[in-house]
């Protein structure tokens, strides 16, 4: 069982192309829309939020996440009445980024705490500052391992680390003990954060650097070596 996500937004078109970008992410999470109102127009419904909600459930709790404070107001009251009310919390997290990275922890199987987690810590993933810090973080977590892998790699797919790649490169990491970072040119990213792994903007052609530090280094750098190899499947 997976955690669900739920979009509530003022606009359906525009929680359908979250959930729509999520999708290619994390093709196994389910993600419900609550966008707009029931007759198409602008604003947020609370029985449609609920609906979504529920069947956004299956078993191991929602993420809720929203678009301005009227629609997080209508996902909390949503959230107040379940039943159970702790199977599901509302995210402060900005939208598109919260979601992408919600759904990729909930694609690995973390749980609701984590998913949730996930959405907050990503404002600011994508910047250069915060890769930074994060890789600056990771290599200071590995400092004390002594198994060490790095590899440099050229990118032959053609869309490079876009979203779907990007995605594909955080979800291999699952289950290894290891601080993984991407390097291109003077940038570098948590391989774990997909919209770090996406800000470096890498594309076809580009060489980017791995660096692995932990005691599943090696295999951290031969799972993302054989995903580049295969061209991410596209």
């Known amino acids: 069982m997976r955690v669900g996500l739920v979009i509530v937004s003022h606009s359906g078109a525009l929680s359908e192309g979250v959930v729509e970008l999520v999708g ?4 196994e999470v389910r993600v419900n829309t609550a966008g707009g109102t029931q007759d198409g127009g602008v604003g947020t ?11 956004a459930e299956t078993g191991a709790g929602v993420v809720l996440l929203y678009d301005l404070g009227s629609a997080r107001m209508t996902a909390e009251l949503a959230v107040e009445s379940l039943a159970e ?14 979601a992408v990275a919600a759904a990729v922890a909930a694609q690995n199987e973390d749980d609701l705490e984590a998913v949730a987690r996930a959405a ?14 994060t890789a600056a973080t990771s290599a ?12 440099e790699l050229t990118l032959e797919n053609e869309v490079g680390l876009h ?5 594909l490169l955080a979800r291999s990491l699952t289950g290894l003990e290891a601080a993984v970072t991407v390097s291109f040119g003077e940038s ?8 770090g792994v996406m800000g470096l903007g890498a594309r ?9 530090t932990g005691q599943d280094a090696e295999s951290a750098v031969r799972r993302i070596t054989e995903l580049v190899e295969r061209d991410f499947d596209e």
Request: a negative charge; charged letters at 25%.
């Open 204 to 212: 076809k052609g580009d060489r980017i650097g791995l660096r692995a």
């Open 163 to 167: 979203a779907r790649p990007a995605a």
């Open 120 to 133: 907050e810590q990503s404002a600011g993933a994508g910047s250069p500052e915060e890769s930074a810090e």
């Open 188 to 195: 570098t990213a948590d391989a774990r954060s997909v919209l």
């Open 24 to 27: 290619q992410m994390a093709p």
């Open 45 to 55: 419904d609370f029985e449609a939020t609920s609906a979504a909600l529920a069947a």
């Open 140 to 151: 200071a977590e590995g400092a004390s391992v002594a198994t060490r892998a790095e590899r």
């Open 85 to 98: 009310p702790n199977t599901a919390v509302v995210v402060e997290a900005p939208l598109v980024e919260g």
